[in-house]
């Protein structure tokens, strides 16, 4: 089966620009992740989606960052105006079945790096 | 709250060495603990994953996990190491949210492997 697809691979702006990555998950899976993983660091869940549904916003920075899922399956990521700090690595993850049970299948990343 | 401590950034082994990697978690009840694997530039591959049953737990390219409830621990080992295991390794524990799943990470340790 295909992996969870994302693009870009790099991207490189300057602060206060918006950026948007995109993210296209197992076909079938229910849930899509987004996280961001900075430099140095574990990945942190910015926000998780059931279908088209928002489960868990609870760290995504909605002053600048914002996600949608409209149709349940593919889903985009957006920055605006990006910070220095938001230089990091952003993973999309999806997992078909219901629980920890069910396994998560990651994407290669979008580097994101603002200068 | 549920938090995951690798104690070690770097470890350096020679190839043919056995490899242990530290991982210690932070959760309320019976916890589901996860190892993954990244090689520069990809996602994460999941090793191997603990949920219930024998503490011991076998994973992917020859790597095993013990749960000791007592320490609150989750090391990785390897008897063998080979050069191509040379990647950064993430702890994960599994926290509930509903009827689905979320990950906190640790840090990572990146493992280097001498010839």
């Known amino acids: 089966e295909a992996g969870v697809a994302q693009s870009p691979r790099y991207k490189i702006i300057e602060k206060r620009q918006s950026v948007a990555f995109w993210c296209n998950p197992i076909?079938?899976?229910?849930?899509l992740y987004w996280y961001q993983q900075i430099l140095g660091q574990g990945p942190k869940l910015l926000i998780q989606f059931q279908n088209n549904g928002v489960v868990d916003d609870s760290q995504l920075p909605k002053d600048r960052f914002s996600a949608e899922r409209l149709k349940g399956v593919d889903s985009t990521l957006k920055i605006q105006p990006a910070k220095l700090e938001d230089s990091a690595v952003y993973l999309c993850?999806?997992?078909?079945?219901?629980?920890?049970?069910?396994?998560?299948?990651f994407g290669n990343g979008t580097r994101l790096t603002v200068t | 709250a549920q938090s995951v401590t690798q104690p070690d950034i770097h470890i350096t082994v020679s190839e043919g060495a056995s490899l242990e990697l530290r991982c210690n978690y932070s959760?309320?009840?019976?916890?589901?603990l996860f190892w993954y694997v990244q090689s520069p530039g990809q996602g994460l591959q999941l090793l191997l994953k603990y949920f219930s049953g024998d503490t011991l737990v076998q994973g992917i390219k020859g790597f095993e996990a013990e749960f000791k409830r007592s320490q609150s621990s989750f090391n990785l080992r390897k008897p063998s190491v080979h050069w191509s295991d040379a990647a950064e390794y993430f702890c994960?524990?599994?926290?509930?949210?509903?009827?689905?799943?979320?990950?906190?990470f640790g840090k990572g340790t990146k493992l280097s492997v001498k010839p």
């Open positions: 993850a999806s997992r078909g079945g219901v629980g920890l049970n069910s396994p998560l299948h």
């Open positions: 994960a524990v599994g926290a509930l949210l509903g009827s689905q799943g979320n990950l906190i």
């Open positions: 076909s079938g899976h229910a849930t």
């Open positions: 959760y309320g009840a019976t916890p589901y």
